[in-house]
């Protein structure tokens, strides 16, 4: 059996007056050095993150100057998103990640950190207890 | 997030659909230009600031996915 060593810790946050496996984040547009503090929900079933497209021109990226992405929804919907490396700052500044982000064309309603993040850290999750632990490295 | 929840209702009839920077309990910027509220943050000194959009009350006998 292998057991994990957590050192950080989160409780749940709240959207739409539930609480859900959701991280505080901060973006950093690793040229600027702008940043915002976004929540996002981690998403196992999400082969790679994805970010309202609101997010991109709040740290000076413009987006549609990003790579072309296209993201297959549960229904098979397309959701087409422009990809821009970014800085991911959990816990004010205990661990960063680079990410090759994706930012929504289309209206999506909530930022989703997926596989590709989990890549880079390990995660546990307590439903009941609604927290989660982190441990920053793969 | 105690005082978001705390004050959910307040803030979906005062700014549904609007994007609000929060700093702890006060409502730095709010209004539909994401971009417009993080400037109006920086110019106050908030480095990273917290920005949110508020959402409408989760329909009864739904549930959600991912996106």
């Known amino acids: ?138 | 997030m105690a005082w978001r929840r705390a004050n959910a209702e307040e803030l979906r009839r005062r700014f549904l659909g609007q994007w609000i920077v929060l700093e702890g309990t006060e409502i730095i910027a709010n209004g539909p230009d994401p971009v417009a509220i993080v400037q109006v943050a920086r110019r106050r000194g908030i480095h990273s600031p917290y920005v949110f959009r508020v959402e409408g009350e989760k329909a009864p006998k739904t549930s959600s996915l991912g996106l």
């Open chain 1, 1 to 138: 059996m292998v057991s994990v060593q957590y050192s950080l810790e989160f409780p749940y946050r709240i959207y739409q007056d539930e609480l859900f496996p959701m991280v505080m984040v901060a973006l950093r547009n690793p040229a600027t050095r702008e940043s915002v503090d976004q929540d996002a929900f981690l998403d196992s079933g999400a082969s790679r993150s994805i970010f309202l497209g609101a997010a991109a021109p709040m740290i000076g990226f413009s987006l549609l100057e990003g790579e072309p992405w296209e993201f297959r929804t549960n229904t098979g919907q397309p959701v087409h998103a422009r990809i821009h490396r970014v800085g991911v700052v959990l816990g004010d500044g205990v661990a960063e990640f680079a990410l090759d982000l994706a930012f929504s064309t289309d209206e999506i309603q909530r930022n989703l950190l997926g596989r590709d993040f989990f890549n880079l850290l390990q995660v546990g999750f307590r439903e009941s207890y609604g927290r989660l632990y982190i441990e920053p490295v793969p």
